[in-house]
């Protein structure tokens, strides 16, 4: 069964992280965003963290349900959506942002603020769906 602690810890530092990137978004047109390193490095901390805390989710239904092995950590994203478990749209954005906070983490390549600022401005309501879908299976 899914450890609902361990889930709904994962989920609350989701919705802080949104909630802190909401604020930014707010507060800040991109090019305020884009001047500021400060507040682009809150950002990419808030993302790489609600994005980590997804796939963690992702990784543990996968185990939980003994699903295949995902090869790589991003994968257990897909593999909840060939499961009918989160949608197969939700799964795709979701692992694009799963590649965003690989570059973050690992710093191989040059971050695009631009596209976190697009991540803001779009995508913050995916992490809402997601949340929605997971308290369903708990």
Do not use: W
Request: charged share 25%; proline share 1%; aromatic share 4%.
């Amino acid at each position: 069964m899914v450890d609902s602690n361990v889930v709904l810890k994962r989920i609350g530092q989701i919705r802080k992280c949104v909630a802190q990137l909401e604020s930014i978004r707010r507060t800040h047109s991109k090019e305020q965003f884009l001047k500021n390193d400060l507040i682009k490095a809150a950002a990419e901390r808030n993302i790489q963290i609600a994005v980590q805390s997804v796939l963690d989710i992702c990784n543990h239904v996968v185990a939980d349900r003994k699903l295949e092995v995902p090869d790589e950590e991003k994968h257990a994203v897909r593999i909840l959506a060939s499961h009918k478990i989160i949608p197969l749209a939700l799964a795709k954005t979701l692992g694009g942002m799963a590649g965003v906070r690989n570059i973050l983490v690992h710093e191989y390549l040059e971050v695009d603020h631009g596209r976190l600022y697009t991540i803001m401005s779009r995508n913050l309501g995916d992490f809402g769906k997601f949340i929605r879908v997971i308290l369903k299976l708990l």
